[in-house]
């Protein structure tokens, strides 16, 4: 058996060795690096925009003077419950069903290729009904005070609708501006399957024709 010792401050063989390994362990490059994060970064906003939240932008006035043309939104999509891509449009479980008052962004039922947003004014098994420009769910005439009215002119269609029952799965939507609007007056029911979400808060807005940015219009709740 050795009796040898080691001095008391100095460093054992086992301790220096360990070190030296240490040492010679590689470090990672700064590139990759750099370039793992990315990477993690941009799978988390995929899974964001995918399953949480979208931005979207206001291309039209149909819903004026709720929303206006340059105005961009956040929109939730996992309160609906998400689509899971490549599954032939399952989705994830949904905290809640779109309600009457809810504004949704939805593809267009006449060209799936193009996100609309109007106000969801019928749920699965309500009567809807226009009389003269104004709305009636269940035989009760709706107050409506966001809705705009720019055509004095009553039209079969647009001003006189009706009555319909709303199919179960589906929903029916209305633009604010209700005189210029193309909805479910033309096109008719929503799909539940074509939503993609609850508009949320106006993030940002701008004004091409006019003095830009409308800053008091940012961080606006949609209602």
């Not at 993690?40 to 043309?69: C, H, K, N, W, Y």
Request: charged residues 25%; glycine residues 8%.
């Amino acid at each position: 058996m050795s009796n040898t010792t080691t001095p008391a401050g100095a460093p054992s063989k086992k301790s220096t060795a360990a070190k030296t390994t240490a040492k010679k362990v590689p470090s990672k490059p700064v590139w990759r690096e750099y370039l793992e994060a990315i990477l993690v970064a941009v799978a988390l906003a995929l899974v964001i925009r995918t399953f949480a939240f979208q931005a979207f932008r206001i291309p039209s006035g149909s819903m004026e003077d709720t929303l206006l043309v340059g105005d961009y939104l956040f929109v939730s999509k996992f309160l609906y419950g998400a689509e899971i891509p490549f599954t032939g449009g399952s989705r994830l479980p949904a905290i809640r069903q779109p309600k009457r008052g809810d504004i949704i962004v939805f593809r267009y039922p006449e060209d799936p290729t193009q996100d609309f947003i109007k106000r969801c004014v019928g749920v699965p098994g309500d009567t809807i009904e226009v009389r003269d420009k104004v709305l009636y769910v269940n035989g009760e005439a709706q107050e409506e005070p966001y809705v705009k009215h720019a055509d004095r002119r009553i039209l079969p269609g647009r001003d006189s609708f009706g009555p319909v029952v709303v199919p179960e799965g589906k929903y029916f939507m209305m633009g604010d501006n209700r005189d210029n609007s193309r909805d479910s007056r033309s096109w008719g029911f929503l799909d539940h399957s074509l939503i993609r979400g609850k508009a949320l808060f106006i993030y940002f807005s701008w004004d091409a024709a006019g003095p830009g940015i409308r800053f008091r219009r940012i961080l606006d709740i949609i209602r």
